[in-house]
């Protein structure tokens, strides 16, 4: 069982961090890992969620941010309530903070061949487009 896809990466360097991966048999994001391998500055921590910056982010991104959870899941079912709700707060906490206009919340789940993930362990992006910049284009993401 892999906790990467490589055919998901998008640049060399991840590739290079996600190869690592492979060959160590982690799940990066697990709590015990996650130090490991993921560099993004850490904005928030409750009992369920880490919410943090993304490390690769989308280019026309103002802000693109990590939400990753504490425990390892893959399939939206396994997600207890107590964490579905503090999903939703760290969310809101992430408009206010950067005082979002707009911008989309997604959270890739299931097997990665499907999903698109890069890693087979929930976790959520918030993006922020950086619409003001003048060489802007909208950020697009691919499932499947
Ligand atoms: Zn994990």
Same mark, same amino acid.
């Given at each position: 069982m892999s906790y990467v896809n490589m055919g998901?990466?998008?640049?060399?360097?991840?590739k290079a961090v996600m190869q690592k991966i492979l060959e160590s048999g982690d799940c990066p994001f697990c709590p015990e890992n996650l130090a490991k391998y993921h560099h993004g500055k850490v904005l928030r921590e409750g009992n369920s969620w880490i919410l943090t910056f993304n490390q690769w982010p989308r280019?026309? #991104?103002?802000?693109? +941010? +990590?939400?990753? +959870?504490?425990?390892? #899941?893959?399939? +939206?079912?396994?997600?207890?309530?107590?964490a579905s709700n503090e999903f939703f707060d760290h969310m809101r906490w992430a408009e206010r903070r950067f005082m979002v206009r707009g911008g989309l919340l997604f959270m890739r789940f299931g097997e990665t061949e499907y999903s698109g993930a890069s890693v087979n362990h929930l976790h959520a992006q918030f993006i922020v487009p950086d619409k003001e910049a003048p060489n802007f284009e909208p950020v697009r993401f691919k499932v499947g």
């Open positions: 998901n990466a998008r640049f060399d360097d991840q280019e026309h #991104a103002k802000y693109h +941010l +990590l939400l990753i +959870l504490k425990e390892h #899941a893959v399939s +939206l079912a396994e997600l207890s309530q107590e």
